[in-house]
């Protein structure tokens, strides 16, 4: 419920923040809102409103690249079903905070495992936090000597402050890449710090939570970097859409009948209004968006049409994706799917709540004679082939990062035969392990009878079988955190077997 109240009391933020921009357009007079109306072709805002359509269409098609090479199944539907989620999420919550994490678990419900969802929307940010950061480069380089000789000369230490901001995250995410150990040392100093401090409880579990995050970042990364040609097609695409977005002003200049200001200076001051944006903490950034556009562009339009060219840019990019959010939401609730509902909650809030429980019924699942579990092969009973293997883990003594390694490796393979194996109807998966204490190696048995697949096997001629493939990622996953993995068909039934030494220095050696 505490989530659902959340984005119902930043809706109502939205909702009085769109009431006092009315309210101060009508304070600009009637007469002249009426007169700066009846000045812009209906056209242009028509362009302008399919401007941020095309932006939208940019972000799907940038992020349909990664999820369709991570997951040869993923539907472009799909795709922007997720990007108008997380348009709306990001409107909604404070540093467009709840974006990703419901992106993540839409493509979750959707059929896809959990890693590569992260792993999808991880790629989509990165390129588009740096091509946002050349972008303000650039325009900083050709426009900042303008702006301190000019009016605007006040606006640069936030413009400044913005454009470190966004620097910073993007210096961040390629340190969590390319120096990993130093990035671990760093987050270790800072946790211990803090608890000296008084300040932070648990360290030594904060430690473990750090350690596991940043070792499936690391991996993520790594499989990102191996896929350059991804990468240039979204690089080129999230370029076009941010000159899309930036665009959005100069179609509405041009509405109003105006001249005298060439695209580029709009452009730029567009990008300096959403590098100003990046650092203030409120759904949107009220206030510090419309203001700035206001400082930015005053002198562009005109005393007479200011107040009016904001309101209408702002509910373009802001109230317009909020509105389609909340058509999404009821349409989709109406479907059985609540995105606001905390009863379901995102993907890693319910694994945290149930693991547990979800443990103590593997455990009692399990039969008597040897370690196996037989499971109804559906997506709803993932928690319980993770609790599985996890409660196997944590009597062996398993340390956080083997743990990790191994669920994901389940998670994978299971969510595959899930989602695909019986499909459209249902079967049976059977879970086996065991533990050699000699080598301390696990060694974990999925078996099914559901379509002849082999994931280890490049070209398949069985066209049925496409059908069910491991994901590019998946497969990656798999054989980077295990180390080793087989194959077999006997007796109509897939075996997949894989091992796991069980000490966390021991790294998976079977990755391609």
């Not at 913005?162 to 760093?186: D, S, W």
């Not at 930015?296 to 909020?322: A, C, D, E, H, N």
């Not at 070209?459 to 993995?485: M, P, V």
Request: aromatic share 12%.
């Amino acid at each position: 419920m505490k989530k659902k109240k959340g984005n119902v009391i930043n809706l109502l933020i939205c909702a009085a923040a769109f009431l006092v921009m009315v309210v101060m357009l009508f304070l600009d007079g009637i007469d002249n809102i009426l007169g700066a109306l009846s000045r812009i072709n209906p056209l242009f805002l028509v362009i302008a409103a399919l401007c941020m359509v095309g932006y939208w269409l940019g972000e799907g098609i940038g992020l349909h690249f990664a999820a369709k090479k991570l997951d040869h199944r993923t539907k472009f539907s799909t795709t922007m079903l997720v990007t108008m989620i997380g348009q709306y999420f990001n409107c909604i919550t404070p540093g467009a905070s709840g974006g990703q994490p419901m992106q993540a678990y839409t493509f979750f419900r959707r059929g896809m495992t959990l890693g590569t969802a992260m792993t999808a929307l991880l790629s989509r940010f990165i390129v588009y936090q740096f091509m946002l950061t050349v972008y303000s480069v650039i325009f900083l380089v050709i426009k900042l000597g303008d702006l301190a000789g000019g009016e605007h000369s006040a606006m640069i230490p936030l413009i400044l402050i913005g454009f470190a901001v966004n620097t910073a995250v993007i210096i961040l995410l390629f340190m969590l890449a390319f120096f990993k150990k130093a990035t671990l040392r760093l987050a270790h100093g800072i946790i211990k710090l803090l608890g000296r401090l008084h300040i932070m409880k648990n360290v030594d579990a904060k430690i473990d939570f750090i350690d596991s995050e940043l070792e499936k970042y690391y991996e993520n990364f790594m499989y990102i970097k191996s896929q350059p040609v991804m990468i240039i097609k979204m690089l080129l695409v999230t370029a076009a859409q941010l000159l899309i977005y930036f665009s959005i002003t100069y179609v509405i200049y041009l509405g109003f009948g105006l001249s005298g200001t060439d695209w580029f200076t709009v452009v730029a001051y567009q990008s300096f209004v959403l590098m100003i944006s990046a650092f203030v903490p409120l759904p949107g950034a009220m206030g510090a968006a419309e203001g700035s556009y206001a400082a930015f562009f005053g002198g562009i339009f005109g005393k007479q049409l200011t107040m009016v060219s904001t309101f209408i840019w702002r509910f373009l990019t802001f109230y317009f994706p909020i509105i389609v959010g909340i058509v999404i939401n009821l349409v989709m609730s109406r479907k059985g799917f609540d995105l606001n509902n905390t009863e379901e909650d995102t993907v890693y809030e319910e694994r945290v709540k149930i693991r547990e429980k979800e443990a103590g019924k593997a455990a009692a699942a399990i039969s008597s004679d040897s370690r196996s579990l037989e499971l109804e092969a559906v997506t709803g009973n993932l928690n319980l082939a993770i609790a599985f293997v996890g409660e196997l883990l944590a009597e062996c003594g398993c340390g956080m990062k083997t743990r990790m390694q191994t669920e994901l490796a389940v998670e994978e393979i299971f969510t595959n035969i899930a989602n695909y194996a019986y499909a459209p109807g249902t079967g049976k998966v059977l879970m086996s392990a065991e533990v050699d204490s000699a080598t301390e190696t696990l060694t974990m048995i999925f078996e099914d009878s559901g379509v002849r697949y082999d994931p280890l096997k490049d070209d398949s001629e069985d066209k049925s079988a496409d059908e069910r493939a491991i994901s590019g990622l998946g497969l990656f996953l798999i054989k980077k955190n295990t180390d080793s993995i087989s194959y077999d068909f006997r007796d109509g039934k897939n075996i997949l077997t894989f091992t796991k030494h069980l000490k966390d220095e021991a790294a998976g050696n079977n990755a391609a």
